[in-house]
C-alpha cells in the first residue's frame, strides 16, 4: 500500500522532443505511483503488438476457450496497450472509480483508479466490470530520483491527468491532445535543454 504520494503521482508524463530514450519518443504516461523510491506509470499511447484482448483472457485462464463472450464484439473491441518497457507479461488495468477492490485498486485520483488482479480482466470480459478501461502489458519505472533527474535534463514536461487522455481511442492524437493542455504547440518546443 502506498503512504506517500510524490508530487507526480497521478500527472501525466508528456516526452519532450528531444527525448534519448527511443521507446519514449512522443510518449504520454500516467504516473500511477510517485515517492522518494522511485516512480511507476503506464504508457497510454501505444497498442501492444500481436494480442487480443479476448488471447489474453485464454492465455491467462480468465476464460476457457470457446466460452461465449470470447467472441462478443464489446470484448472483442477492447484493445491491449504496451504500458512501458518493464514487465512486458504483466497486466494492468486503469478505469474508472465505478469498480473497486479493497485488496488491489490503488486510487490514482478521483477519476482514475488502478487494479493489477485477473478479477478486473473476468469482470471487464463478463461485462460487469467499470465503465472506462485501459488495459496495458508492461510498465515504465524508474529508480530513485531518476525521473525527477529527467525532467530536470528537459527529458518530459508534465500536466494534469484527465480521462480523455488515458481512456481515449485516438491513439496517434494523444500527444498532441497533452502538449495542447499544457498550452503548447509542438513547433515550438526545442531538444535542447536551457537553464537559466
Not at 463478463?126 to 530513485?144: C, I, V
Request: charged share 20%; with cysteine.
Amino acid at each position: 500500500m502506498v503512504t506517500e504520494r510524490g508530487p507526480l503521482h497521478g500527472r501525466m508524463l508528456v516526452a519532450m522532443p528531444g527525448m534519448p530514450d527511443p521507446r519514449f519518443a512522443r510518449s504520454v504516461i500516467l504516473i500511477c505511483a510517485h515517492s522518494p523510491d522511485g516512480a511507476m506509470g503506464l504508457r497510454v499511447d501505444q497498442l501492444a503488438s500481436d494480442i487480443s484482448f479476448p488471447d489474453l483472457l485464454q492465455q491467462l485462464d480468465v476464460l476457457p476457450a470457446g466460452h461465449e463472450r470470447l467472441t462478443d464484439p464489446a470484448v472483442r473491441g477492447i484493445k491491449v496497450h504496451s504500458g512501458g518497457p518493464v514487465e512486458t507479461g504483466r497486466g494492468f488495468v486503469l478505469h474508472s472509480p465505478d469498480y473497486y477492490n479493497d485488496n488491489s485498486t490503488l486510487r490514482i485520483d478521483a477519476g482514475i483508479s488502478l487494479t493489477a488482479t485477473l478479477d478486473i480482466l473476468k469482470a471487464i470480459a463478463l461485462g460487469t466490470g467499470p465503465g472506462a478501461t485501459f488495459m496495458a502489458l508492461g510498465y515504465a519505472g524508474w529508480g530513485a530520483g531518476q525521473l525527477e533527474n529527467e525532467i530536470h535534463a528537459n527529458g518530459w514536461l508534465h500536466c494534469d491527468a484527465d480521462s480523455e487522455l488515458i481512456f481515449g481511442n485516438a491513439l496517434d492524437n494523444k500527444y498532441d491532445m497533452a502538449l495542447a493542455k499544457i498550452g503548447i504547440d509542438p513547433g515550438f518546443l526545442s531538444s535542447d535543454a536551457g537553464h537559466a
